[in-house]
C-alpha cells in the first residue's frame, strides 16, 4: 500500500441500509448481520458500495464498541428487522481501496495508513 491508493473524493448522495453491531468484535457481528440481511432480500446478486465505521465508541473499562455497516440501497430495496433506511447526503471522504481476502490481516493496516495519511496531510 502507498500513499498513491488514499485519495479524496466527493461521494454522491444515496440510499443506505445500515446494521449495527456491538461488541467486542463488532465489525465480524455487523457485517455477518448485512450479510444474511441481504441474503434474505435477494440482494446479494446485485452490485452495491459497502461501506464500514465505528459508530459508538468504547467506553473505559469496557471491552464493547460499536460498528456500522452501510449498503447502497436501490429506491426499491426496504429495511426492516435490525436494518435501517438512511437518505445519506454525501460529501468529501478520504478513501482507500483494499481488497480484502483476510480482513484481519489487511483492514487494520490500512486503517493505520489512513490515520498516518490524516495526521500528515493539511485536512
Known amino acids: 500500500m502507498n500513499n498513491d491508493e488514499i485519495r479524496i473524493v466527493e461521494l454522491p448522495p444515496m440510499r443506505i441500509i445500515s446494521i449495527n453491531g456491538f461488541g467486542q468484535e463488532p465489525e465480524d457481528q455487523a457485517f455477518r448481520k448485512m450479510f444474511e440481511w441481504a441474503k434474505?432480500?435477494?440482494?446479494?446478486?446485485?452490485p452495491h458500495r459497502l461501506f464500514g465505521f465505528d459508530s459508538v465508541p468504547q467506553?473505559?473499562?469496557?471491552?464493547?464498541?460499536?460498528?456500522?455497516v452501510w449498503m447502497s440501497a436501490e429506491e426499491a430495496c426496504l429495511p426492516d428487522g435490525e436494518a435501517r433506511l438512511i437518505d445519506f447526503t454525501g460529501g468529501l471522504y478520504v478513501?482507500?481501496?483494499v481488497e480484502v481476502t483476510s480482513p484481519w490481516d489487511q483492514i487494520p493496516p490500512?486503517?493505520?495508513q489512513l490515520v498516518k495519511w490524516r495526521l500528515d496531510s493539511p485536512y
Open 40 to 46: 434474505e432480500h435477494g440482494e446479494l446478486d446485485k
Open 59 to 68: 467506553t473505559p473499562g469496557s471491552p464493547n464498541r460499536g460498528y456500522d
Open 95 to 97: 478513501v482507500m481501496r
Open 110 to 112: 490500512a486503517w493505520k
